[in-house]
Nanobody, 126 residues
Framework: QVQLVESGGGLVQAGGSLRLSCAAS????????MAWFRQVPGQERLFVAAVAWQRVGTFYGESVKGRFTISRDIAKNTMYLQMNSLKPEDTAVYYCAADTSISTLLSARPNHYDYWGQGTQVTVSS
């Protein structure tokens, strides 16, 4: 089992920045990819970005390329999402997720992820 806990959400004005963190615990050695997704009530969960946990590699959704940066610190078992130039349409609950299958490395599909955090709210005001 892997446990994931997000932090760092909040309210920010458009154009501002926030950094989200996701702390992993448990069987972290089994993780191959960690990712961020976001969801607005009543809509599907959308891919934001993914990072290879034990290799080098990242993958971004089109809407956040050039504005968001995903990273991880293996020694701290923590993943980060630096969000710059935030827009009102970035408002959502942000979830971190972990995938333990190498065959789906850097996947953008939510159903490839085995473990999820509880989510953290990000609100961007105009």
């Amino acid at each position: 089992q892997v446990q994931l806990v997000e932090s760092g959400g909040g309210l920010v004005q458009a154009g501002g920045s926030l950094r989200l963190s996701c702390a992993a615990s448990g069987r972290t050695f089994s993780i191959d990819t960690m990712a961020w997704f976001r969801q607005v009530p009543g809509q599907e969960r959308l891919f934001v970005a993914a990072v290879a946990w034990q290799r080098v590699g990242t993958f971004y959704g089109e809407s956040v390329k050039g504005r968001f940066t995903i990273s991880r610190d293996i020694a701290k078992n923590t993943m980060y999402l630096q969000m710059n130039s935030l827009k009102p349409e970035d408002t959502a609950v942000y979830y971190c997720a972990a995938d333990t299958s190498i065959s789906t490395l850097l996947s953008a599909r939510p159903n490839h992820y085995d473990y999820w955090g509880q989510g953290t709210q990000v609100t961007v005001s105009s």
